[in-house]
């Protein structure tokens, strides 16, 4: 099959999760004149806060630049882990962190898990949550045995049970010999990421939060006495306390954060629907696939089991999802080349924002409030630290987040444009090449 033959005759260039809820603007309302918070950004994080708060009886509004959802909260993967990517930066390096703090962070990250758990089943949200655990495919030997390094600490601090499978026993994971075995992670799901969103949209409006679709911020300025003015497309809103849940989107409206996040583009095609048994075979239990490369790829069976919804970084920018499909389609078919033939439906694109210490972040700068940096795990990350954030400014919090602090590192070269993404991937991919090379 030739490489421009991969393409079905109904392919999209937009998410496959589209076909089930769409974004919309819904009935368009003005930004209210007063709110005791403003959220900026209508993802999970902003939706979360705005739950949040409306649970707890506080005034909030969540004012999105385009339709809700747009950004990555209904573009994304689906999986769903409870810590085991916590504190990889984009080119795999572990965060830097002492063996205390990292237990905190895998602690909070395996509460970050239950949250979104008990969310959803309180808030009755019909998204196709399925605990069936995830495989890392180990890329060499030597990811192998570190991957084995850390699973004392995963089982200890997150309650992963996690274990190893060897290669010889991995086919009972994937049908591929793509990978040197691997870890399973069972405290780990999956779910439909639009129908997730749809569900927490519902949620917040069932609530009474208000959100506020199209209503692009463009100004935030303090006030004299306390408390902000927030300028927007659609109004101005005067607020005591402003969250920025932008994430792999933030812009020049605050650039303290936006020099503090690299937005990186992730990249995912669906395939066809496959025959049945071809499908059933591919991952046998169902579990959420990803690896340990610097380019790395995730990818999953669709909520129904009839497809591959499969995931990389084609490119590190926003690139021609048609481009970026013919990619990940090699990738796809070199981890299971029984694929090849098989087309490609849709194919689309979306941020992630990584920090520089490879940590999510949650805190005060100049006294706005943030919920940042999913580094590409973000579905109940994010979720976490804009609950977590409403709790703090409600001063509901029993503790601190081990995720909130002060220390939110930038570079002095770094002021929010990552005209090197494209340097750093040819890199990374290059040492991925060499890392096998040299196993
Ligand atoms: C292709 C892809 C695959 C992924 N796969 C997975 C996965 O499998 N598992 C996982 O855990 N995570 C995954 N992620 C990450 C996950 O999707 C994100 O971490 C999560 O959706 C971030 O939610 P958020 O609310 O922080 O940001 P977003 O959902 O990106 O929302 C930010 C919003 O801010 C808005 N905004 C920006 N500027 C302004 C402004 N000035 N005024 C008003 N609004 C503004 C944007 O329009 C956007 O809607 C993936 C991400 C991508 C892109």
Not at 14 to 33: C, H, I, N, S, V
Request: hydrophobic share 40%.
């Amino acid at each position: 099959m030739a490489r421009s033959d991969i393409f079905h005759p109904d392919y999209k260039p937009r998410p496959y999760w589209w076909e089930a809820y769409e974004p919309t603007a819904g009935a368009l309302a003005d930004a209210p004149k007063e709110s005791r918070v403003a959220i900026v950004g209508g993802g999970y994080a902003g939706l979360a806060a705005a739950l949040e708060f409306a649970k707890l009886g506080v005034d909030a509004v969540v004012l999105e630049r385009g339709l809700p959802g747009i950004g990555a909260s209904t573009r994304n993967g689906g999986s769903v882990s409870g810590g085991v990517n916590i504190g990889k930066s984009f080119s795999g390096r572990a965060a830097e962190v002492s063996q205390e703090r990292a237990d905190a962070l895998l602690a909070d990250a395996a509460d970050a898990f239950s949250l979104i758990e008990r969310l959803i089943e309180d808030e009755h949200i019909e998204c196709f949550w399925q605990k069936r655990g995830r495989f890392v495919g180990a890329w060499t030997p030597t990811h192998y045995a570190a991957q084995e390094k850390r699973l004392e600490g995963l089982n200890d601090a997150a309650q992963s049970g996690a274990y190893m499978v060897s290669r010889a026993k991995q086919r009972a994971e994937i049908a591929s010999d793509y990978y040197h075995g691997g870890m399973v992670v069972e405290r780990s799901a999956s779910l439909h990421p639009a129908l997730y969103y749809k569900g927490l949209l519902d949620a917040c409006r069932r609530h009474g939060a208000r959100i506020c679709a199209e209503a692009a911020v463009e100004r935030i300025a303090p006030l004299n006495g306390a408390g902000w003015r927030v300028m927007t497309s659609r109004g101005t809103v005067i607020a005591g306390d402003v969250v920025i849940a932008t994430n792999g989107y933030t812009g020049t409206v605050t650039p303290e954060l936006r020099r503090r996040v690299v937005p990186i583009a992730s990249h995912i095609i669906a395939t066809e629907e496959l025959p049945g048994e071809l499908a059933a075979s591919l991952i046998p239990k169902r579990r959420s696939i990803s690896d340990t490369k610097r380019v790395l790829c995730y990818y999953r069976l669709s909520p129904d089991g009839k497809r591959v919804v499969f995931g990389g970084r084609a490119r590190f920018t926003p690139a021609n999802p048609e481009l970026c499909a013919k990619v990940l389609y090699g990738y796809m078919t070199a981890r299971f080349p029984q694929l090849k033939g098989v087309r490609v439906t849709h194919s689309w694109t979306g941020n992630t924002a990584f920090t520089l210490d490879a940590l999510p972040h949650m805190g005060e700068e100049g006294g706005l409030h943030y919920a940042l940096g999913c580094n590409g795990s973000g579905v109940a990350m994010m979720t976490y630290l804009g609950t977590q954030t409403a709790r703090k400014i409600a001063r509901v919090a029993n503790a601190a987040c081990a995720f909130d602090g002060p220390e939110f590192p930038d570079h002095p070269l770094y002021t929010g444009n990552p005209w090197f993404l494209p340097l750093v991937g040819g890199w990374y991919r290059m040492r991925d090449r060499l890392d096998r090379l040299m196993a």
